[in-house]
């Protein structure tokens, strides 16, 4: 499975974006937004954000990747094999939030 989260920019003069962010419905939305998982090749949300919401649906798959890499290093583990480089290298990108 990947997912893909895509930001970019709009014009506000020539948009027809909404004045306020469509996650949290309170701050202006700065940002056009979509998402898309693999296993389906749809988009499985799409609008836009202000830079708070943006930064959460950033979080969100950090912590999803997280998860993936620390469920491939246990499957590693449990073949028998040394996942020594594989856990170096997640814990060089992600720390311990695979926990969380």
Known sequence: MRDTLCFSTFDP????APSVCDLCRKEP???QFSSATSDT????AKGFCCAGCAGFLLGKLERAESLAWAEEEASVRAEGTDPSELHKRRMAAFGNKSRA
């Open 13 to 16: 003069l020539f948009s027809d």
């Open 29 to 31: 939305s700065v940002f």
């Open 41 to 44: 090749d749809q988009q499985s």
